[in-house]
Nanobody, 118 residues
Framework: QVQLVESGGGSVEAGASLRLSCKASGMQFSINAMGWYRRVPGKQRELVAAVTSVGTTKYVDSVKGRFTISRDNAENLVYLQMNNLRPEDTAVYYC????????????WGQGTQVTVSS
C-alpha cells in the first residue's frame, strides 16, 4: 500500500522560503514521476511541480522561477524548495506519483499546510 508523508510546511510572511519534504513507500519509487500538488478550500487539487524518473522537471507557470522540485531515489524522498512565497501560494501541499499506465493515484497523504501572509 502506498504511503506518503509530507512535512516542512508552516506559516511565513511573503518573500520567505520553505522546503517541503515527502517520504514515499509502498511503490517502486525510482521508476515513477513524482509531483507536488496543492489544494485550497473549494478548489480542485492542482499539480504545481513534477520531476520524472530521469530528473526532468516541469512547473506550473505561477511557480516557475520560485519553486524547485528534486528527488533522492536512494531515500524515496521528494523535495519542494519554495522561495519568494506569495499569499496565493497558501494551500495544503501534497506529493504523489503522477498517474501512468502502471500507477493509479489511489492514496494521498495528509499534506502539509503552507500559509503565506502579506
Amino acid at each position: 500500500q502506498v504511503q506518503l508523508v509530507e512535512s516542512g510546511g508552516g506559516s511565513v510572511e511573503a518573500g520567505a522560503s520553505l522546503r517541503l519534504s515527502c517520504k514515499a513507500s509502498g511503490m517502486q519509487f525510482s521508476i515513477n514521476a513524482m509531483g507536488w500538488y496543492r489544494r485550497v478550500p473549494g478548489k480542485q487539487r492542482e499539480l504545481v511541480a513534477a520531476v520524472t524518473s530521469v530528473g526532468t522537471t516541469k512547473y506550473v507557470d505561477s511557480v516557475k522561477g520560485r519553486f524547485t522540485i528534486s528527488r533522492d531515489n536512494a531515500e524515496n524522498l521528494v523535495y519542494l524548495q519554495m522561495n519568494n512565497l506569495r499569499p496565493e501560494d497558501t494551500a495544503v501541499y501534497y506529493c504523489n506519483a503522477l498517474p501512468s499506465s502502471w500507477y493509479r493515484v489511489e492514496y494521498w497523504g495528509q499534506g502539509t499546510q503552507v500559509t503565506v501572509s502579506s
